[in-house]
């Protein structure tokens, strides 16, 4: 059995497909995928992409209890802000598309321990108090594996 943490695996699966550009669509954007965010993060990146655990449940699947299911969500936390060649709400919006395609393609084949994945969840929490203006969007990812006890 493979003893990759499946935080790893998404935070791998985001890494390596994700494609953004800046307002002018022809500049590649730069993006971190990361556990945690910093503000020293802003000296080298337009937009950083965290990945946490929020949650897991259990549940048997045979009368035996030699198999379980576990459910964990992940909430990704996307920010952005604006800069120069980058309006942060449109960069946050071409983010959340980026993230949902890559989890919607991948959905039936994650790689590393992980069944299956699915969207679970996706909410804005903007931290309008801050100069410039964080633009947040913090979605929940809902990953199943099959374990054997």
Request: aromatic fraction near 6%.
């Amino acid at each position: 059995m493979s003893v990759e943490d499946p935080k790893e695996t998404l935070k791998t699966l985001i890494r390596d497909n994700i494609a953004l550009f800046k307002d002018d669509e022809l500049t590649p954007a730069t993006v971190l995928v990361c556990d945690e965010f910093n503000e020293e993060f802003w000296k080298k990146y337009d937009v950083i992409i965290t990945v946490g655990l929020a949650n897991t449940r259990e549940r048997l699947v045979n009368l035996g209890g030699t198999v379980r299911e576990v459910v964990a969500d992940y909430r990704l936390g996307v920010w952005t802000r604006d800069t120069v060649g980058i309006t942060g709400r449109s960069m946050r919006w071409k983010a959340v598309q980026e993230v949902t395609r890559i989890i919607n393609a991948s959905m039936k084949s994650p790689g590393g321990i992980l069944n299956w994945i699915k969207l679970s969840s996706c909410a804005d929490a903007d931290k309008t108090d801050l100069k410039p203006i964080l633009y947040h969007t913090s979605i929940v990812i809902e990953t199943h594996r099959m374990e054997n006890i």
